[in-house]
Nanobody, 124 residues
Framework: QVQLVESGGRLVQAGGSLRLSCAASGRTFSIYSMGWFRQAPGKEREFVAR????????VYADSVKGRFTISRDGAKNTVYLQMNSLKPEDTAVYYC?????????????????WGQGTQVTVSS
């Protein structure tokens, strides 16, 4: 079992940067692959990025590739999402998620644990 708490979301101007954090409880954080998803008003929750349990591999949605970076710190049981060059279309509630095993890691159904979300709003 793992519990997830996101933080770091706020209002930011287009072109700005934010770093989201997701703190995980429990002593087994290292065995979970972690993902970030987002959900804009009226839209389905979509994949943003994921990182393997080892931290050695990561995958990004095309819409954020080159702008966002996912990372993890095992000592702090925390996964991060560094977001640069933010655009108004990045506005959404951002969720982190955890999974023991992933197929592709881009399908939300693969993840068994979710945080409550943190709001990111990018103004133009």
């Amino acid at each position: 079992q793992v519990q997830l708490v996101e933080s770091g979301g706020r209002l930011v101007q287009a072109g700005g940067s934010l770093r989201l954090s997701c703190a995980a409880s429990g002593r087994t954080f290292s065995i979970y692959s972690m993902g970030w998803f987002r959900q804009a008003p009226g839209k389905e929750r979509e994949f943003v990025a994921r990182i393997s349990s080892s931290g050695l591999t990561s995958v990004y949605a095309d819409s954020v590739k080159g702008r966002f970076t996912i990372s993890r710190d095992g000592a702090k049981n925390t996964v991060y999402l560094q977001m640069n060059s933010l655009k108004p279309e990045d506005t959404a509630v951002y969720y982190c998620a955890a999974a023991r095993l992933l197929r592709t890691g881009v399908d939300r159904d693969e993840y068994g644990y979710w945080g409550q979300g943190t709001q990111v709003t990018v103004s133009s």
